[in-house]
């Protein structure tokens, strides 16, 4: 459960979402991992580490983002199945039981699809949308428009995304690449337990960008065909200069147009330059190969080592 400035809303999903978890098992833990926050998340989760044994708290130096928050619980869970939540109370704890039983049926991988973006903006939903059509275009994976971080997942999924070295991590489209079974159920999400959500326009842009370089080649195919497109139309434009003035005898000087196409030339450059310049930075990121996070509070005492012991019930044959 990664959580960032969320100290209102733990005091309630914590005990909530533990709860929930004891009626599927009677060994569980709750990892909750702060994200550097700056409220008092930090002294309720001590508190809710002293009053239940099976929540375990991380504090990261500070705000390095939800994709390595989430990275963190992954590396510190020491179960068979995971489960990840948002902390503001959205994602329902009723959803539970159905994807403990998916999984017992052979799934792999149980990811919630939202059914509506009502709380979002008309611009912002559309901007999503046409962002999983662009990074999916052409892409050997799928990456389902609607599905979040809300989902279950079988240790050997986990364990295939902690072989990820990546830094500039997109967890959405990590867990499409590693693959697996999965299987998706739908979800209404329900209103916050308290605030107004800390992810704004500024941080799902920054989102999309990174999984746009991390998971698509799309920009650099779309460059590709703009400059396909100008060069075809600049030798057509030159032709129909030609025959202008060898059949109609048109002369004309062209300084406008000569001034436009150039001004237009510069600016696909600069964007070329920049598209490419973006890549190169995420590379420039990956080799100096620095850790995802970095933990400077731990409490709590969760599982104990040990994962054959107590799973949840079965799967079928």
Same mark, same amino acid.
């Not at 611009?123 to 662009?134: D, E």
């Not at 990590?174 to 326009?201: C, H, N, Q």
């Not at 000569?258 to 510069?266: D, G, P, Q, T």
């Given at each position: 459960?990664?959580?960032?400035?969320?100290? $209102?809303?733990?005091?309630?999903?914590?005990?909530?979402?533990?709860?929930?978890?004891?009626?599927?098992?009677?060994?569980?833990? /709750?990892?909750?991992?702060?994200?550097?926050?700056?409220?008092?998340?930090?002294?309720?989760?001590?508190?809710?580490?002293?009053?239940?044994?099976?929540?375990?708290?991380?504090?990261?130096?500070?705000?390095?983002?939800?994709?390595?928050?989430?990275?963190?619980?992954?590396?510190?869970?020491?179960?068979?199945?995971?489960?990840?939540?948002?902390?503001?109370?959205?994602?329902?704890?009723?959803?539970?039981?159905?994807?403990?039983?998916?999984?017992?049926?052979?799934?792999?991988?149980?990811?919630?699809?939202?059914?509506?973006?009502?709380?979002?903006?008309?611009?912002?939903?559309?901007?999503?949308?046409?962002?999983?059509?662009?990074?999916?275009?052409?892409?050997?994976?799928?990456?389902?428009?609607?599905?979040?971080?809300?989902?279950?997942?079988?240790?050997?999924?986990?364990?295939?995304?902690?072989?990820?070295?990546?830094?500039?991590?997109?967890?959405?489209?990590?867990?499409?690449?590693?693959?697996?079974?999965?299987?998706?159920?739908?979800?209404?999400?329900?209103?916050?337990?308290?605030?107004?959500?800390?992810?704004?326009?500024?941080?799902?842009?920054?989102?999309?960008?990174?999984?746009?370089?991390?998971?698509?080649?799309?920009?650099?195919? /779309? /460059?590709?065909? /703009?400059?396909?497109?100008?060069?075809?139309?600049?030798?057509?434009?030159?032709?129909?200069?030609?025959?202008?003035?060898?059949?109609?005898?048109?002369?004309?000087?062209?300084?406008?147009?000569?001034?436009?196409?150039?001004?237009?030339?510069?600016?696909?450059?600069?964007?070329?330059?920049?598209?490419?310049?973006?890549?190169?930075?995420?590379?420039?990121?990956?080799?100096?190969?620095?850790?995802?996070?970095?933990?400077?509070?731990?409490?709590?005492?969760?599982?104990?080592?040990?994962?054959?012991?107590?799973?949840?019930?079965?799967? $079928? $044959?």
């Amino acid at each position: 459960m990664p959580s960032f400035n969320e100290g $209102a809303s733990l005091v309630v999903v914590v005990p909530q979402t533990l709860a929930a978890l004891r009626q599927l098992s009677s060994r569980v833990e /709750l990892i909750v991992v702060d994200d550097g926050s700056q409220d008092d998340t930090a002294s309720v989760m001590h508190q809710l580490c002293a009053a239940h044994a099976q929540v375990r708290y991380l504090k990261l130096s500070r705000n390095f983002g939800k994709e390595s928050a989430l990275t963190a619980g992954l590396d510190t869970g020491r179960g068979e199945i995971f489960m990840q939540m948002d902390a503001d109370g959205q994602h329902p704890t009723a959803l539970l039981p159905e994807m403990l039983l998916k999984w017992q049926q052979g799934a792999d991988v149980v990811y919630a699809l939202r059914k509506a973006r009502d709380d979002q903006s008309p611009l912002q939903a559309g901007l999503i949308g046409l962002f999983y059509k662009l990074i999916n275009w052409g892409s050997r994976i799928d990456i389902p428009a609607n599905a979040g971080d809300f989902r279950l997942m079988d240790r050997q999924v986990v364990d295939a995304l902690k072989a990820m070295p990546e830094r500039n991590r997109f967890m959405k489209g990590m867990y499409a690449w590693v693959g697996f079974s999965s299987t998706a159920i739908d979800y209404e999400p329900l209103p916050r337990t308290d605030g107004l959500t800390k992810f704004g326009m500024g941080g799902s842009f920054s989102l999309a960008l990174t999984g746009m370089v991390a998971f698509s080649t799309a920009p650099l195919r /779309l /460059l590709a065909w /703009l400059g396909l497109l100008l060069a075809v139309s600049s030798i057509a434009y030159g032709a129909w200069e030609v025959l202008q003035y060898f059949i109609w005898g048109i002369s004309v000087p062209g300084y406008a147009t000569l001034v436009v196409s150039m001004m237009f030339l510069n600016g696909i450059q600069l964007l070329g330059l920049g598209i490419i310049a973006e890549y190169v930075g995420r590379i420039y990121d990956e080799v100096k190969r620095r850790p995802n996070y970095i933990v400077s509070q731990r409490c709590g005492q969760g599982l104990p080592d040990g994962r054959d012991e107590g799973k949840p019930g079965g799967r $079928a $044959a």
